[in-house]
């Protein structure tokens, strides 16, 4: 059994977040948010802001950074390692991690997800529930991996970059940082950083409403 696990976020991927710590054995699950109108969340004790936690950082045996937004998640997780916070990796039970892949610090792996041999996986990365990281992929830090999207072998996508739900990115493929890849986007050729791209086969979705 593990000990306390403090959660910054305390909005639905934080809950999910919570869940998964919970089967991986933590004891205690106490959450911190910057919105004054956040709610109790669950079961779970809500403790206050995140400047609270930057306070007693060193009160947790853990952390992990629940806030969904790429930027915000992986600037929070890099201030409270500075305050002296230990950040944790959480594997949910039903994932199937290759152990010759790498899983970066405060990354969070859910359900039903698989991770290949070779791949690489930055810090406070979400590889959410039931998406699929091929052999020899690349994610930088603060990527996001929607529910039931797949990558191809050998991908590598950027710093704090975004696939969508359900959205397939061919082998090989190069994406850059800060994209946005939507919904259901399959992905056949290399994404520059910045772009949002959506559709079948993906394109830049400025050009694509210019059309």
């Known amino acids: 059994m593990r000990g306390r696990l403090a959660i910054l976020g305390a909005g639905g991927h934080g809950r999910v977040v919570a869940d998964c710590a919970e089967r991986l054995g933590w004891s205690q699950v106490v959450f911190f948010d910057d919105n004054p109108k956040a709610e109790k969340p669950g079961s779970w004790e809500l403790a206050g802001t995140g400047a609270d936690l930057l306070a007693s950082a060193t009160d947790f045996e853990a952390f992990v950074v629940g806030i969904g937004i790429n930027r915000i998640r992986l600037e929070r997780q890099q201030a409270l390692v500075a305050a002296g916070g230990q950040v944790t990796t959480l594997i949910h039970p039903a994932a199937t991690v290759s152990r010759h892949a790498v899983i970066g610090a405060g990354s969070v792996v859910f359900a039903g997800t698989v991770v290949n041999p070779g791949a690489v996986v930055g810090q406070a990365c979400i590889l959410n529930t039931g998406c699929g990281i091929d052999h020899d992929d690349h994610l930088a830090d603060g990527v996001h991996v929607s529910p039931g999207a797949?990558?191809?072998?050998?991908?590598?996508?950027?710093?704090?970059?975004?696939?969508?739900?359900?959205?397939?990115?061919?082998?090989?493929?190069?994406?850059?940082?800060?994209?946005?890849?939507?919904?259901?986007?399959?992905?056949?050729?290399?994404?520059?950083?910045?772009?949002?791209?959506?559709?079948?086969?993906?394109?830049?979705?400025?050009?694509?409403?210019?059309?």
């Open 150 to 211: 797949h990558l191809g072998g050998g991908v590598s996508v950027g710093e704090a970059s975004w696939i969508g739900l359900g959205a397939s990115v061919r082998e090989g493929i190069s994406i850059g940082r800060d994209v946005r890849v939507g919904a259901g986007a399959v992905v056949v050729r290399h994404v520059a950083d910045g772009l949002t791209v959506v559709g079948n086969p993906a394109q830049d979705m400025k050009r694509s409403l210019d059309a």
